[in-house]
């Protein structure tokens, strides 16, 4: 399967913590994103990092890319309740045109 | 901001129903997708379309198909409803270029097959 694995499956933290999730896959990218879907919505992209970067920012969102090891990660700080959801990576497959291969995602809950 | 919707949030068919699922989008993106997310499996990719009246099959096609007469509606079609097309369908659209941006996705539409 080219859909990869995200680790862990689900995360429970307090509000305030940081939350990290890891995505590997197996294929070569161009570029992977990090979606959040709220329980039982449509999902919002937050970040793309591309191939050639390693690290990027966004707010309270710092994505690491590891080309060599086909592994990404995403930190939320500071988190709080309203992080709570689920969080998808998604990448774009080199030669795979538009389409983005998700996969399993992390289930993220913030405590008070 | 860029709106995609859904005809339906909740929808309940019987076996072997048609069923047609409906997806607008009002930025002018060339590519439209529909996703079906069930629990352990993430999001996998039904049929997906680049232009009007263009499509491509996805990793899952069987048992359905799709329409695409408007750039900015893209359908799916159920043509003969089973209870293992129960999940969560999910439409999306980007723009169609070589530097991938990200998709936009809609609400959702669940469907139940009894």
């Known amino acids: 399967s080219q859909q990869g694995e995200e680790d862990p499956q689900a995360l429970s933290i307090q509000e305030g913590e940081n939350a990290t999730m890891n995505c590997s896959y197996k294929?070569?990218?161009?570029?992977l994103q990090w979606y959040r879907q709220n329980s039982g919505r449509g999902l919002v992209h937050l970040i793309l990092?591309?191939?050639?970067?390693r690290e990027k920012h966004s707010g309270r969102l710092r994505v690491t890319l590891d080309t060599s090891k086909k592994s990404s990660s995403l930190l939320i700080t500071a988190s709080r309740a309203a992080d709570t959801a689920s969080y998808f990576c998604?990448?774009?497959?080199?030669?795979?045109?538009?389409?983005?291969?998700f996969g399993t995602g992390t289930q993220l809950k913030v405590e008070l | 901001d860029v709106k995609v919707t859904q005809s339906s949030r909740y929808l309940v068919k019987r076996t072997g129903e048609k069923v047609f699922l409906e997806c607008v989008q009002d930025?002018?993106?060339?590519?439209m997708f529909w996703y079906r997310q069930d629990p352990g499996l993430g999001l996998r990719l039904i049929y997906f379309?680049?232009?009007?009246?263009?499509?491509e099959k996805g990793d899952i096609p069987e048992g359905y198909s799709v329409s695409r007469e408007k750039k900015e509606r893209f359908s799916l079609i159920l043509e003969s409803a089973s209870t293992n097309q129960t999940s969560m369908y999910l439409c999306?659209?980007?723009?169609?270029?070589?530097?991938?941006?990200?998709?936009?996705f809609g609400p959702g539409t669940r469907l139940t097959v009894t």
């Open positions: 990092i591309r191939s050639n970067e």
């Open positions: 999306a659209s980007s723009l169609r270029t070589e530097i991938s941006y990200e998709q936009y």
């Open positions: 294929t070569s990218i161009n570029n």
């Open positions: 379309s680049y232009d009007v009246k263009m499509k």
């Open positions: 930025m002018d993106h060339e590519n």
């Open positions: 998604a990448r774009r497959v080199t030669g795979g045109g538009n389409k983005l291969t």
